[in-house]
């Protein structure tokens, strides 16, 4: 555990400057961990700001058409997060009085929260003395114990947030789960980790023995899936015809009509016909 203490102080010094940071509450953090999943900070922070105008707090976002909660969402992707949000923030305004839970059990029952999500929450803006372990946490952590397990794999998650437990300072998890993301993002970054900034070098097993940049050890790629596909622009008395999506890949969303060609389509042409057939009758 010596290394968490060095960690904590240069994360004191360090740290990032965060508009969900400097004015923090349950439903900010929120927001701010839930729009961070699979995004990058400086892409999140306009998105950021532009939520809480028009959502600033819980009731708000219930109270909101889902689709305007699409649109504003519009750019960030995986959008079944803001469905989520919405889903989950009509939850607590109906049935929790507009207040969150402050345990990470509780927060697992809402809809778009997993384990990461509702350990982060509960540390952060309620101080929980829990753990939680994100993508910049997992390289931290394959990095200072030289992990040799693949990223994602059962026993390397069991490891790492094992770890991450072990490690935890009792009553700075807020801090302390903050400075391992902070750190992952600003030092031990995917690539060309800056090790002579890093404070907790010392005790890095993978740069004591120069594989730093060979961890984490990744899973083997899937092959990437070849489509081909068709859409229609359909014109009526000026207007132009849109249909949603249903659920699953971007779910909710609004598309010109078409689909995927199959083997038994003999051309584009045809595709469009039977994807328009059999999505809108017509």
């Known amino acids: 555990m010596a290394w968490a203490a060095d960690l904590l102080q240069w994360y004191h010094s360090s740290a990032r400057d965060l508009p969900w940071r400097s004015d923090l509450t349950p439903y900010r953090t929120w927001i701010s961990e839930i729009m961070l999943q699979?995004?990058?900070?400086?892409?999140?922070?306009?998105?950021?700001?532009?939520w809480m105008a028009r959502f600033p707090n819980i009731a708000?976002?219930?109270?909101?058409?889902?689709?305007?909660?699409?649109n504003l969402w519009e750019g960030l992707g995986y959008y079944s997060r803001a469905r989520n949000l919405h889903k989950a923030a009509r939850i607590v305004h109906a049935e929790l009085d507009d207040k969150l839970p402050n345990t990470p059990e509780a927060l697992e029952k809402l809809p778009g929260i997993g384990a990461y999500t509702a350990a982060a929450i509960a540390s952060i803006a309620f101080g929980k003395n829990v753990a939680t372990v994100d993508g910049n946490i997992r390289r931290v952590f394959s990095r200072i114990y030289n992990l040799t397990e693949p990223l994602r794999s059962?026993?390397?998650?069991?490891?790492?947030?094992t770890l991450a437990e072990e490690n935890l300072p009792n009553g700075e998890a807020s801090a302390y789960n903050q400075a391992l993301m902070d750190l992952g993002a600003m030092i031990c970054t995917p690539k060309?980790?800056?090790c002579d900034h890093c404070p907790i070098q010392a005790d890095c097993q993978a740069r004591a023995l120069g594989v730093q940049e060979e961890r984490p050890v990744?899973?083997?790629?899937k092959k990437t899936p070849h489509l081909t596909v068709t859409a229609a622009i359909i014109r009526r008395d000026g207007r132009v015809l849109l249909s949603k999506r249903p659920a699953g890949l971007l779910g909710g969303l609004w598309?010109?009509?078409?689909?995927?060609?199959?083997?038994s389509d003999p051309d584009l042409p045809a595709c469009l016909q039977r994807?328009?057939?059999?999505?809108?009758?017509?």
Do not use: C, H
């Open 192 to 194: 060309s980790p800056n």
């Open 255 to 263: 598309e010109f009509p078409g689909g995927t060609k199959e083997k």
């Open 60 to 70: 708000a976002l219930a109270e909101a058409d889902e689709q305007d909660v699409l």
């Open 38 to 50: 699979q995004t990058q900070v400086d892409t999140v922070l306009p998105y950021f700001e532009r």
């Open 154 to 161: 059962p026993e390397s998650e069991r490891m790492i947030w």
């Open 218 to 221: 990744k899973p083997p790629r």
């Open 275 to 282: 994807e328009i057939r059999a999505g809108l009758g017509v």
